[in-house]
């Protein structure tokens, strides 16, 4: 595992997802988003070939930060992780870091199955997976991608708390403002949220790949998952 991040300018914790147990290096990445990307920015992005956008925001938060393209032809898919806004009526997304990765597990089944459909569809990498900071929504993604394709629980974990580097919470909690100019804190992040959400999979469904199949991933998919991504 390497700890070198990839220099895109206006994009936060960019990085390979790759050289984790069989996904191969060059594939699939993750980052914040790209509402800020600069010109030199997507001449980088093109360097490394992108073809696909897998943005995992709620609407509300595309509106208010639209991914900024800067002339790259990109497929780009809207796959909310989490309920349309953070104050939905029926399921508010919890303030709590500790609560939300429990309810990131109950919530993100249809946008994990979507992922896994489109990265196993062919013509589609390298792929870059991204929510607004790269951190939560992406970290379980690519948790559970690196999982499927053989990780460790080990890497896997040492690999979701890179990103407390990338995005300088190795030095303690910042304030941002979020997608309606509302100032909230972002932590970092740590080995117990992940396991929390993986948990709470297992628990449900026994496996990562069972609680798939129950959001209507075939096994077909899966395996074309594997042959694509695999070194």
Known sequence: MTDAFIDIPGVRNFRDAGGIGALRRGVLYRSGSFHTLTEEGARRL???GLRTVLDLRSPVELEAWPDLRHGLDLESLNLPTLPANREDVDQPWPEDQAALYPFMAEHAGPSL???VRRLAAPG???TVVHCAVGKDRTGLTIAVLQSLLGASETDVTADFLRSNVGLGLDQG????LDETG?????RPVGAELLASALGWIRAR??????YLRAHGVTEEELTALHANLSA
Do not use: C, F, M, N
């Open 124 to 126: 589609g990498l390298p």
């Open 173 to 176: 909690p910042t304030p941002y």
């Open 113 to 115: 199955a979507a992922v």
């Open 205 to 210: 469904h026994s496996s990562i790949p069972a």
């Open 46 to 48: 093109k360097d490394l």
């Open 182 to 186: 509302t100032e909230r804190i972002s």
